[in-house]
Structure formats: structure tokens, C-alpha cells
């Protein structure tokens, strides 16, 4: 199967190669028991080419969900964010998503990995059409499955094996006609969606879970409180309850690949009076900073051929 999708080279281990030849074995760590970690990242289309958004959290993100695993990535921060750069200039795309992924390979004998375990290292970007192009409200339904108490797993982590919990919750919703899933945590909170934060509009306060509620950290979840603030809005980050779902003015996700994404429906319950002026506002400002129109928020892009 042609892996054109994929561009046309990956970073793998130092070296810049053909996508075909990044390969795992089989036996890989990762493979049996789901020792990876990654980030998604995007790069957006400005006047000076292609820019990287928050591509400095991004990787401390990275650095820290392997910490978190008893794992060390055999590259300097620096140098890792620098091969980023260098593979969405080496596949000379405008905008992309971009996919660092670090993994243990093969050579255990047992599920505890010895110290000799090679950690890989690989980095791809590919084409992702942006969900703001064609902004459209999405039918949700609150889970079956709850997501992962942190008391089990670190859900701060951005681990592949978390992603087992988001693709039941995910199957879920479709399998029934939904779009996407909204999972409550372990207490019976709103957590989140399969990839994605969500957030609640009532007026002029804008709240969302807070961290002790199963969630990720999303980097778009921070950019998004930041805006709200700068816009005049009043944001509070708690515990929320189920019922709220179903008496808020607006809700929308938020995520590098969902960007800002409004919800129409919660278990069919229509949210609000189907406008979203909030969900709006806040994307033409987050389309600004990510194209290069903002100044205030300038230093949060990384320029390709700088
Ligand atoms: N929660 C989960 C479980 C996710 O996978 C993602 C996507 N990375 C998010 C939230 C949103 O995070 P970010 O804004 O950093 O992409």
C-alpha cells in the first residue's frame, strides 16, 4: 500500500527517510504493549511560509508525557524541535499536522523494559484539511465509558495506549450516529471528548473542566482561555456536572486537529438556539494568530525558513 499520505520523508532515529522505510518490527515494545507517545502538531499557511503553532509547549509536552512513563528520549529537546522544522520544510508543505512519536522498540524479554530497550524516535507531517474552512456544528453524546481516572494512568500524558479509551468512546458515538463522544470522568464529571476539550458558554462566562477532571492539558485549551480573557470573557475552570450539558448557551471542543468545533446537539438535546457567536469569535481570532496577524501573540509561531 502506497504510504503517499505520509509525504515524502519522515526523521526517523536522526535521518531523514523515505517514508516506506520507516518501519517498526513487529516485536516492537510498543507494539504489544502500547509504549508510545506523540504530539499533534499544526503548522498553518502565513505570508512567510509555513509556521508551526506552539511548537515550544508542544514538545515540552512530549518530554514530559515520557517522563512520566520512566522514559527518556535519546535527543535534546533542541534538537528534536529543530528536526521538526527541518521535516515540514524537507516535505515542503504550507500547512500540515505534524506527528512526533517516540516508542519502545524490540529486544525485551518481559513487559518491564531493561535499560538497553532502543527508544525510537520519528517524526511525520501530512496534509489536514483544517475543520474551520467548513465550520459545521456536530451531534454529541455523553459516553458509556468514562474516561481514565489519573489515578490509574496519567491522562496528562499524551500516551498511545490512552488512546484505546478515546477510540471506544469515539466507536461508541459513531456506531450509534453520533459524531462524537463526551465522556465523564471516574466521579461522574464532564471530562472530555475522544481528542478534544471542551468548553462551555453561559453569557458572558466561559467555563471548562478543570485538570483534576481525566483531561489533557490541551495546548489549543490554553490558547483558548488566553483569547477568551483577551476578549472581555469571564473564564472558570471546575468540576461541571452532566446536567449542564443540556442548559448551556453554547459548547464547542477544542484540539490541534478539531481546532475549535461547536457542538449542535447532546444526546440529541439541541445546545441553545443553534448560534454560535462565541465558538465564532473565538476561531477568527485563533485563525489570525495561527495565519501570522497577530502581533500580541507573534512569539508563539515558529517560522519554517526563518
Ligand atoms: N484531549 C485529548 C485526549 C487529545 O487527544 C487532544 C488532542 N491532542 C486534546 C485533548 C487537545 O489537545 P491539544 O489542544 O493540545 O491538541
Redesign the pocket.
Known sequence: MPLKKYGKCIWMDGAMIDPAEATASVMSHVVHYGSGFFE?IRAYKTDKGAAIFRLDE?MA?LYRSTRMYYVEIPYDCQTLTQAVIDTVKANSLDSCYIRPFVFLGTGWSALMPDSNLPIHTAISCWNLPSPSDNPKPIAAKVASYRRVSPSMTPMQA?AAS??MN?MLLKHEAKHNGFDEAIALDAQGRVS??????IFFVWGNEIHTPSLDCS??N????QSVIEFARDLGYKVVERGIARDELYTADEIFL????AEIQSIGSVDRIAVGNGNYPVAAELTKLFLEVASGKSEKYAHWLTYVNA
Open positions: 499533534g508542544h509536552r499524551k490512552n488512546y478515546s472530555e471528548a475522544s481528542a478534544s476539550n483531561i489533557l490541551g495546548i489549543t485549551r477544542t484540539g490541534t486537529a
